[in-house]
């Protein structure tokens, strides 16, 4: 009886089915089935009454402006619908009825106010003279263009979806009663970076501009270093929704031949809804997307870009990336820095020899540490060896442990100081100095030595120009150190040659590498790479990249000076 | 992600990474961690002594000779093997920046046979016995008497371990006693006596050119004779000088340091050496004659049956020392060349010296017979049998030397 009577008092819904949790939930499901329902209802009336409206509009515009006002105006309006920051001004132009369209923030509402609304609406006051003769003029857009508006950039657009483009870009739309045509005025101003100094490449002397996130700016910032007309610059629209502005640009009688339609033909194929930076476009662009080693060459540095693009390559710049990307890449042009080119040739030739070797050891020597001590310690000079096996006495593991250890600790120190806000980061560095250099080693854990090899290994992974290209470095330092630590040397002479194989077989759009710099053929490119000889020595182009004119001075067309 | 790939990347893909694996995989079957051993596993051996098994035991040391000692199924207590080990003192912590002060032990047994005579020294040690950085090899005049040479280096010829460059000593007295002597420096005495040999090229009075491991080992093989520098030990004071020369594994004599420095002459591999002659007016006073170069060329000549060789020598040097009193500046062109002879006379001297101390010897301790069979192969072919033994103690050498003084005038 006692258990009857508590579960009557447990369970409401014993008594009140409706009242049930189970019930309740079904009931809060359906209601939400109808909401979204209603919802898409909605759209789909709304979509309906859009199709109703276009007038055997081609499948792939949303519909045709017609000459009706009214009617064009509600059709933008429902393209354009829950856009809150559209502005739709109606206003009065000689007894026309028009309308803007433009989106608040993008367009340039004080140049608007200017170049058209004044002119038009001004058209309505009985001053002006020539009033009915003007009043003619509304027959046809691109004379209302051609003799009314003060705006510099105007063009006609017929296409709805060039219409509604116009508007995202930050134009502005006029249309006009009676006319099915609409005409879009570039007034796009919005806030943006300014030019500044580079982050990553700052150069001590030499230009110190570096690129913005406007792809208009960047391409000013090379023009107005040439004044050559064979400077082209294509505009592509990549991203199927962000349609993002991307310029390929490269001198027209000195790229390879191909290259442009090879680059091109790539950047075709991107199929992605969205581009925020140029990164994804690098990755499309590569041959080998799983290699660790960058492909394609990215500077902030319009200088730089000119100096690649006379070099015979290409550089793309897409909008909203402060940084362009140059292809092809090889090992090469990765070692070579603007500073290379503003310090005596001497001095640079030690340079570049020294950054090479820092590429070598970033790589290899954690590994060679790990297989002579650990498998060849006969190699060292007797007090040499004496003196490390008195530094390994006290540690007690064994080396490749130690090197991994010492690496993990190297790799949480660097994510933590990229991670960490600026005014942390000193803090972060002054732990880190203390943790790695002194109470590792005199806990006992690490030794002196090695802690020098390691951070020996990291410095000379900075040392690199190419941020990409260190990071490279840095991941090819891991399996190196597990090869040694398995197979002693042996192992890391099997990695020294899967890693130069591999390099040798990378290719960037055709170009070897590495593979450029061990060929005879063009032996001559070390005067520019391992090398770097006085300017004017430097006469021909690099034979890598395959320029259409070999040599620097004049033009194959008879233009000199470009 | 993989379903949208285009299935050829992907076999590509498969195909490459499967390759890679199975190479990384089977070179871990075939030579993987075999010999991995970390440094500080391993104990240095630094310096090895080999001795007539009771050599130079006292009375008191009775009870120490029987535990280096061991049960031995074949063959007799012939030699004692002592080794030099490296105890490694660990460094304090990096603030001190001090290095732990590096000591080392000596560890024996006797037996016959090298090899189970060091298998048995691993009961005396912690840590595997690591003979990569051997510098020296101390050998006894006893033991070398007892049974010849041979069965003393073959394990060092052997070994993988055991380097080229490892010097071969030869002592009169007691090897071991020589490895237990300690430098004032605080270093190990195996490293220091390598360090004092290496430095033949100044020290015209120990032979180093031909007195490592590789050099015997290449001796042997020709059958030629063997080099061994010599080394003393008198109580705590050690010296190197003079040579040993073997044939056939034994002992044929030593040389002492001025006919060392003769037969340096003949091959001309000196680099530095002091000639010392008379003053030409005062007799009883040296002068010094510095060396700093020359060319040397020895010469076989064959003339019917009669084989002599011509040396000759071309030096530079300067005055080095001059202790004949008032005239110390020696500008005039006739005093110079006055000094030029007797310097060439003073090496002509030490030259033949050493050249007959050879002959007397019955042994071609230089390069003689390599001189002939390059240059004269025929006649090399007839007298090679009796080289030693018949031809060389008779032939003769012609020898002439030019010596130019150089850097004359007043001294500082």
Known sequence: MGKVKCRKIMKLSADMPEASFDQAKKKLTELQKLTTKSAKLGEDIGQIIAQMRQVAAPSNEPFIFTSKLAENEKLMRVVLRDCGDIEFRAFDAEGHKALLIYLEGMADSEHLERSVLKPLMSQTAPTNANTTKLSNLFTDMKVVAEHILGAASVTVLTKASAAIDAVMTGNAILLIDGLNDVLSIAVVKYTKRNISEPNNEYVLQGPNEAFNETMTDNIVLIRRRTRDTNLKVRILQLGERTKTSTAVLYIANLVKPGLVEEVERRLGLIKIDKILSSAPIEEFLVDHPWSPYPQTQTTERPDKVLAALYEGRMSIIVDGTPVAIIVPCTYNVLMQTSDDYTIQPVVAILVRLTRNIAAFLAIYLPAIYVAVVSYHPGMLPTTMAISVAELRARTPFPSFLEAIMMEVLLELFQEAIVRLPQKLAGAASMIGAFIIGTTVVQAGLINPLLVVVIATTAIASYSMPSYTFSMALRWTRVPMLILASILGLYGVILGVLAVTIHLCSLRSFGESYLGGMINFDSLADWKDSMARLPTTLLKTRPKEFGAQDQTRVGDSDGQSGS | ?412
């Open chain 2, 1 to 412: 992600m993989l379903i949208d790939m285009d299935p050829l990347v992907l076999g590509k893909w498969c195909k490459r990474g499967i390759g890679c694996a199975l190479i990384v995989i089977i070179s871990i079957c075939l030579g993987g961690c075999w010999d991995r051993e970390e440094l500080q596993e391993r104990r240095f051996v630094l310096a090895i002594a080999i001795d007539k098994a009771e050599e130079g035991v006292r009375p008191d040391q009775e009870k120490i000779t029987q535990v280096e000692n061991f049960y031995q199924p074949h063959g007799n207590k012939l030699y004692r093997l002592s080794l030099q080990l490296l105890q490694l003192a660990p460094s304090q912590g990096s603030e001190s920046g001090q290095r732990g002060k590096t000591s080392t032990s000596l560890i024996s047994t006797t037996g016959q046979s090298m090899t189970e005579m060091l298998q048995d020294m691993l009961g005396q040690s912690d840590k595997d016995l690591w003979f990569e950085h051997v510098q020296t090899v101390v050998i006894s005049e006893e033991a070398i008497r007892q049974g010849g040479l041979q069965p003393i280096t073959d394990y060092l010829l052997r070994s993988q371990h055991i380097r080229w460059l490892t010097k071969v000593l030869i002592t009169s007295g007691e090897a071991r006693a020589i490895l237990e002597y300690k430098p004032p420096s605080g270093e190990p005495s195996g490293m220091f006596i390598a360090d004092s040999l290496d430095m033949y090229r100044k020290n015209p009075h120990v032979p180093g050119w031909h007195t490592d491991v590789g050099s015997i080992a290449e001796s042997h093989d020709n059958k030629q004779r063997v080099l061994m520098a010599r080394i003393e030990l008198a109580d705590d004071i050690i010296k190197l000088g003079g040579m040993a020369i073997l044939k056939d594994g034994k002992l044929i004599g030593y040389v002492d340091e001025y006919a060392t420095q003769g037969g340096k002459f003949l091959s001309g591999i000196e680099k530095s050496a002091i000639i010392t002659f008379e003053c030409p007016d005062s007799p009883g006073k040296i002068t010094a004659f510095e060396l700093f170069s020359h060319e040397t060329s020895l010469t076989p000549r064959v003339e019917g049956d009669n084989i002599y060789y011509i040396l000759d020598i071309k030096m530079r040097g300067n005055i080095g020392e001059m202790q004949c009193g008032i005239e110390h500046h020696v500008v005039e062109d006739h005093q110079l060349h006055k000094l030029e002879e007797l310097v060439a006379e003073a090496v002509k001297k030490n030259i033949l010296y050493s050249f007959h101390t050879y002959q007397n010897l019955k042994v071609d301790a230089s390069v003689f017979g390599q001189k002939l069979q390059a240059y004269e192969p025929l006649m090399w072919e007839k007298v090679k049998d009796r080289w030693d033994d018949e031809v060389f103690p008779t032939i003769p050498l012609i020898v002439s030397v030019n010596v130019v003084i150089e850097n004359v005038g007043a001294h500082k």
